[in-house]
Nanobody, 125 residues
Framework: QVQLVESEGGLVQAGGSLRLSCAAS????????MGWFRQAPGKEREFVAA????????YYAASVKGRFTLSRDNAKNTVYLQMNSLKPEDTAVYYC??????????????????WGQGTQVTVSS
């Protein structure tokens, strides 16, 4: 049984930082592209970032590029999303996702096979 478990999010002030992690089990982690999506209240879920199976390639949404950094540790079956210079508009439930394959990244929800339960990130102004 595949499980993706996100770390606890939290409340942070604007300009602050937060690191999310996602621990995977039940799959061959190194054969999966990993992604993060988020959903703000009243909005559709949107792509945030993705990282290739090797960690060599990353891709970010324009809204987070330069502020967020995605990395992975295949030995620990874990992916990390470092979020800096947080803004109130980053407030959302953040979801980790996995997609089997050796592509560089995938941008769309339907391209991912597995999802975490989500974790709330709230940025206060």
């Amino acid at each position: 049984q595949v499980q993706l478990v996100e770390s606890e999010g939290g409340l942070v002030q604007a300009g602050g930082s937060l690191r999310l992690s996602c621990a995977a089990s039940g799959l061959t982690f190194s054969r999966n592209v990993m992604g993060w999506f988020r959903q703000a209240p009243g909005k559709e879920r949107e792509f945030v970032a993705a990282i290739s199976w090797s960690g060599t390639n990353t891709y970010y949404a324009a809204s987070v590029k330069g502020r967020f950094t995605l990395s992975r540790d295949n030995a620990k079956n874990t992916v990390y999303l470092q979020m800096n210079s947080l803004k109130p508009e980053d407030t959302a439930v953040y979801y980790c996702a996995a997609r089997e394959g050796f592509g560089s990244y995938y941008l769309r929800e339907y391209e991912y096979n597995y999802w975490g339960q989500g974790t709330q990130v709230t940025v206060s102004s």
